[in-house]
């Protein structure tokens, strides 16, 4: 490994032990349920997903609604990326063309 390698592994690790006790702090502030300095710009925010997911947040969630929306998240998921896959900027659709193919018979099954 080369020194630009290791220096990138060394800057990276430090940026990453810097931002660990800043971000733990944010992180047990909002656990906490306190005000933190992000908090007038993103509880709106979360009110307006609940609102438009039907969340009540003052309720408590059971194991099995809990289950149910992260297997309907999972399989949107899977649906938005096979919608990428075939219908994003870089699909051509060659592979779906199997009629303008031109391919090759081994010789054992020309005729």
Not at 59 to 84: D, F, H, I, P
Request: hydrophobic share 50%.
């Amino acid at each position: 490994m080369t020194i630009v390698g290791w220096a990138q592994i060394v800057l990276v690790l430090a940026a990453v032990i810097a931002a660990a006790v800043p971000l733990g702090a944010y992180i047990a502030h909002v656990l906490a349920g306190e005000r933190t300095i992000f908090s007038r710009v993103l509880i709106p925010v979360e009110r307006a997903f609940y609102k438009l997911s039907g969340v009540d947040p003052a309720r408590e969630q059971s194991w099995a609604v809990y289950a149910s929306a992260m297997l309907s998240r999972g399989k949107l998921g899977c649906r938005a990326a096979r919608a990428l896959a075939l219908h994003g900027p870089h699909a051509t659709g060659d592979d779906l063309n199997y009629d303008e193919r031109e391919t090759e018979l081994p010789p054992h099954r020309r005729a």
